[in-house]
């Protein structure tokens, strides 16, 4: 059970380059997540995906998409990087629910530089 | 709209000594609260969460928190901390709609 896994784990970029964070669980979960951290202001929401086919805008959508490929991968796609998206990516996976009281899981972790 | 205050950015103790990291909540509604922890270079794990029911929420590794209504609280607590427990902890509030609200870090640094 490897859980959340993150690929890559780090990247640097010129600005203007595109890129795409890939992410996968194999938790059989439901929702998926990807978050932005910043020092100083904890994690922001980026998107999110409530369930298979479905992709919604969180706190900090600007500059980003997603696709939600099947249940396990949930990919985020940078089309124009800027300096302003230097900053460590974490995507995260939770059973799912409009609650939202389920635990998330995450993973790893990708550290993005844009030079 | 839900948010969560970490009053101390960073928290530096003694190995074996107690700590509590504090966290305050604003809400209209009702209040599911969690704490996450971070070692480095990992990505976050849950240390506990406040549902519903008592208001002392027992987690991982040792670590309490206490919900109190009045005072919007939902401090952390260890009575006695390792050198292990070196990490940034997250306080974080449900969002109506299911999001998770992230507060900005505690860095909690044990010295021998």
């Known amino acids: 059970n490897a859980g959340v896994t993150q690929t890559p784990k780090f990247q640097v970029l010129k600005t203007g380059q595109s890129m795409t964070l890939q992410c996968a669980q194999d938790m059989n979960h439901n929702s998926m997540y990807w978050y932005r951290q910043d020092p100083g202001m904890g994690l922001r929401l980026i998107y999110y995906?409530?369930?298979?086919?479905?992709?919604d805008k969180g706190e900090v959508p600007n500059g980003y998409n997603v696709s939600r490929l099947n249940k396990r991968e949930f990919s985020l796609r940078l089309e124009s990087a800027a300096p302003s998206q230097t900053s460590v990516y974490f995507c995260?996976?939770?059973?799912?629910?409009?609650?939202?009281?389920?635990?998330?899981?995450f993973g790893p972790g990708t550290r993005l530089t844009v030079l | 709209a839900q948010s969560v205050t970490q009053l101390d950015s960073q928290v530096p103790v003694f190995e074996e000594a107690p700590v509590e990291l504090r966290c305050n909540y604003s809400?209209?509604?009702?209040?599911?609260l969690f704490w996450y922890v971070q070692y480095p270079n990992q990505g976050l794990q849950l240390l506990l969460k406040y549902l519903s029911g008592s208001t002392l929420v027992k987690g991982i590794n040792g670590f309490e928190a206490e919900f109190n209504k009045s005072q919007t609280s939902f401090h952390l607590r260890k009575p006695s901390v390792h050198i292990s427990d070196t990490a940034e902890y997250f306080c974080?509030?449900?969002?109506?709609?299911?999001?998770?609200?992230f507060g900005q870090g505690t860095e909690l640094s044990v010295k021998p």
């Open positions: 995260a996976s939770s059973e799912g629910g409009t609650s939202g009281t389920d635990t998330q899981y």
């Open positions: 809400s209209s509604v009702s209040v599911y």
């Open positions: 995906s409530a369930s298979e086919g479905t992709t």
């Open positions: 974080a509030v449900i969002q109506q709609g299911g999001k998770l609200i």
